[in-house]
């Protein structure tokens, strides 16, 4: 789909306008250039005094209908150059989203809202004072987001409060998150860092080594500046695709390094891959005490597991579910993902029947999205997808189920290329809701990453201003370079947290 767009003359409109034409048309080009075959002409006429107006025309190469809308906003005085160009930006968008869903017949649920964090949007204006209703209002007039949606983010928000009701004096605490980047194979939408592990025995051994050492000297910092830890996330990869062994002396690691374990809100181990567990390392799981996993069935279709590479059945799941039950697992959380290829209702419905029989504590469903580096995304004519209506469909199904079997949302967040614009949703039974989840989805305190790929979020206690930092993606730079990523991660944590 070409669009030329004609009277805007900043090329700063260019990239904003082109995410909101994503978001109706698979391929589209939107150009401030025509070259006379464009398949829609684009009109703004807009004008900046003590209102900012905004005239749009639509017109397609194949009618001759004309689509027009305008909107206005009254021009705040006092601003800065960048914040005046964002009210700016705010009202271009908003026109051309509008005269988008008149010619397309698409509701954007979401508006104009491209960000991955919707909820804490709606934390902000409500820490600002303002009510409920206030903020709602605010939320639809800016953003163009839709009724039931702002209802999902204020029933997310309460949930939260409810399970963290101190989230927003947690700035002082830190949480942590370990990157393991082994698997058994590799996902064909995956842009984890996640290597096959087969045959790598040597380098999961340094890997290890070099994690050791970061628990260690991260863990010495935060005990000598009485820093708590509010929870520790080991994800990846696969953490439990390494040994039995392996895992005991992680976990023996963590609690001899890092303070105060005993009082860590949770402490989270991702079996993502029904293939990794194993009665051993659940045993070692059960004696240090952690007992919230994932078991990740992603879709009970065994085809479909097959199409996307992972190779374990769909009965290993369920029976994987059994023996973590038995094991004492108390809070199992199980991701799936709609959108699979060759996956629709039908599919997604036997989903949902197999989930019921299960019923884990929580449960994140998640919307496919094409991520740029992945075998999926690089190979897409090889994955059929369903349409937008059949994914909004199915989404339906998961609101609707979950609600019938007692589960509350209680985070929310994002992509881009995510299909039919939608999101992903963490669903949990009340008071089962996974802390680390809500807080790297909220932002309110520092995550500091440990291992393979991990990013650590700075937060600054007091200003809330973010900073980030990247250990290497791949096992051998890891390897290489670990003391200095250490360093560098203290030096930034002294800066941080003033001591
Ligand atoms: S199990 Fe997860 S991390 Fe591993 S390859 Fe699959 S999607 Fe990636």
């Not at 209802?151 to 939260?160: A, E, G, K, W």
Request: proline content about 4%.
């Amino acid at each position: 789909m070409k669009i030329y767009v004609q009277g805007l003359e900043d090329e700063r409109f260019l990239r904003p306008l082109q995410l909101i034409s994503d978001l109706f048309f698979e391929e589209s080009d939107v150009s401030f250039t025509s070259n006379q075959e464009e398949d829609l002409q684009i009109t703004f006429t807009l004008t900046v005094n003590e209102q900012i107006s905004a005239h749009i025309a639509l017109k397609a190469r194949d009618h001759d209908k004309v689509y027009k809308e305008e909107l206005s906003k009254p021009n705040l005085v006092g601003l800065s150059e960048k914040e005046q160009f964002k009210q700016v930006k705010n009202v271009v968008l908003r026109v051309f989203l509008s005269v988008l869903q008149e010619y397309t017949n698409i509701v954007q649920k979401w508006g104009v809202l491209t960000g991955i964090r919707p909820t804490k949007l709606l934390h902000m204006k409500l820490q600002a004072g303002k009510t409920k209703e206030e903020a709602h209002q605010e939320l639809k007039e800016q953003y163009l987001i839709t009724d039931d949606k702002i209802q999902l983010m204020q029933d997310i928000v309460d949930r939260q409060l409810a399970a963290v009701p101190d989230l927003h004096e947690l700035s002082g605490e830190v949480s942590i998150y370990i990157g393991i980047p082994f698997c058994p194979t590799k996902c064909a939408y995956c842009t984890f860092p996640a290597y096959a592990i087969n045959g790598r025995q040597g380098s999961v051994n340094s890997f290890l080594g070099g994690l050791h050492y970061e628990m260690r000297e991260i863990g010495k910092w935060l005990k000598e500046n009485n820093i708590k830890i509010t929870t520790v996330y080991y994800g990846g990869g696969t953490p439990t695709s390494i040994t039995a062994e392996e895992m005991d002396m992680l976990y023996e690691e963590m609690y001899e390094s890092f303070p105060d374990v005993k009082n860590i809100r949770e402490i989270t181990v991702e079996a993502g891959r029904p293939d990794t567990i194993t009665a051993d390392k659940l045993k070692v799981l059960q004696k240090w005490n952690i007992d919230r996993i994932s078991v990740n069935p992603q879709s009970y279709t065994q085809e479909t597991l097959k199409a996307i590479g992972r190779h374990h059945t769909v009965e290993e799941t369920i029976e994987k579910f059994h023996l973590s039950r038995e094991m004492n697992m108390n809070n199992i959380n199980m991701d799936l993902i709609i959108g699979l290829p060759n996956e629709g209702v039908t599919e997604f419905s036997h989903t949902l029947k197999e989930s019921q029989k299960l019923l884990p504590e929580s449960l994140t469903v998640h919307t496919l999205s094409f991520k740029r580096a992945s075998e999926m995304t690089q190979n897409k004519r090889k994955y059929k997808v369903a349409d937008r209506y059949e994914i909004s469909q199915m989404m339906d199904m998961a609101t609707e189920w979950t609600k019938e079997n007692g589960y509350k949302p209680y985070y929310l967040y994002r992509q881009k290329n995510i299909l039919g614009n939608l999101e992903n949703v963490g669903y949990a039974f009340p008071g089962q809701e996974s802390i680390y989840n809500i807080m790297i989805m909220e932002e309110k305190q520092t995550i500091i990453g440990l291992g393979c790929g991990a990013s650590s979020k700075f937060v600054h206690p007091k200003t809330g201003v973010i900073t980030r930092f990247a250990n290497p993606k791949d096992p051998k730079s890891y390897n290489d370079g670990f003391k200095h990523y250490t360093e560098e991660k203290i030096k930034i944590l002294t800066d941080l947290f003033n001591v």
